[in-house]
């Protein structure tokens, strides 16, 4: 592999707390090995349209506390085509950088393995998502301060509840993943959680309404991971309504509120501890890896196994969450 002496670094798909943490230590543990750092914004489209910048150590002071990222972000339709995929790598090659490091989720993954595949690129990914669906690491990017975050808004939800007798059905984001709902729920003292990866043939409405959840409770809190597929929370509030018109139900999406906000400790950790090792990882010569987290080491996974595995729950999470809820 030649020689690298720059390296690019993009955010792309949805933004999660840490990400800027992550930039953060990109670029200065690359400064340390001596190597100059460009900053390409809003993404692979931004690599189509050359919005690439110099990144130098004070590029990222003030920002390991800032939600979002510096970089935006943005989706680009144009990168999923060979023709876009030709004009970023020659915006690549014309701006001297060597090597692309990569902040995102399982699209943001899948982008940069195409690439490296097309164009002989090492690619770095760091799992920025607050999905926690990345295989290969325990934790994402932006993870720990979205459940905290939708954690505090389920204990204010907890209040009106209360007061009211009321079933709320609050949606979670998580897309294909349940992580963030299981975990909230148990976090919160919710009664129930709704998950993709608990859908067998067993009802999971029906079974939370004939456990007599109102045998020893005046209210009730059950989180909904999003999904398309049967419209979240929505569909389990207007199944209550019709099958149980005497409960008195309400809806709440938390949506984009839980991407927002100060990232946790946690992940600003986490963010900085990815970063250097992705740094490092390119020192040792490896391409085409994400950087991981397991069992509190760092781990470099495939972009192969990363975005193409299913990242399990664990299910004692799952038991855990319908002894307490009694």
Not at 110 to 137: K, M, R, S, W
Not at 185 to 197: K, L, S, T, W, Y
Not at 280 to 300: F, P, T
């Amino acid at each position: 592999m030649a020689k690298i002496s720059t390296i690019g670094i993009l955010t792309s798909g949805g933004d999660a707390p840490g990400m800027n943490a992550a930039i953060r230590a990109v670029t200065r543990a690359a400064i340390f090995n001596g190597w100059k750092v460009k900053g390409i914004y809003r993404g692979y489209e931004g690599l189509i349209n050359n919005e690439i910048k110099d990144f130098t150590s004070e590029s990222v002071s003030n920002t390991i506390q800032r939600g979002g990222t510096v970089l935006k972000t943005a989706r680009s339709d144009e990168f999923m085509t060979v023709e876009g995929r030709q004009k970023a790598y020659d915006n690549m090659k014309a701006n001297g950088i060597d090597a692309l490091i990569v902040i995102g989720g399982n699209g943001s993954l899948a982008g940069a393995q195409v690439f490296a595949q097309e164009h002989d690129v090492p690619c770095i990914g760091l799992p920025g998502t607050i999905d926690n669906d990345l295989y290969g690491t325990d934790s994402t990017i932006g993870y720990d301060t979205a459940l905290n975050t939708i954690v505090e808004c389920v204990d204010k939800i907890r209040d009106t509840a209360t007061s009211h007798d009321r079933i709320f059905f609050v949606e979670v984001m998580g897309r294909d993943a349940g992580f963030l709902a299981q975990n909230s729920a148990i976090a919160a003292g919710a009664e129930a959680a709704i998950i993709p990866e608990d859908q067998t043939d067993v009802d999971q409405l029906g079974q939370f309404i004939s456990r007599g959840f109102r045998k020893s409770k005046n209210s009730s809190i059950v989180i909904v991971s999003e999904s398309k597929k049967d419209g979240g929370a929505m569909y389990y509030a207007n199944r209550v309504r019709n099958e149980y018109p005497q409960y008195d139900v309400r809806v709440t999406i938390l949506g984009h509120l839980q991407r927002g906000g100060k990232p946790s400790a946690v992940d600003r950790i986490l963010a900085s501890r990815l970063g250097v090792a992705a740094i490092e990882a390119l020192n040792e010569g490896q391409r085409n890896v994400m950087i991981g987290i397991s069992n509190d080491r760092i781990v470099y996974v495939p972009f192969s196994k990363a975005i193409k595995i299913d990242k399990p729950i664990d299910k004692e999470l799952i038991n855990v969450l319908n002894v307490l809820s009694i």
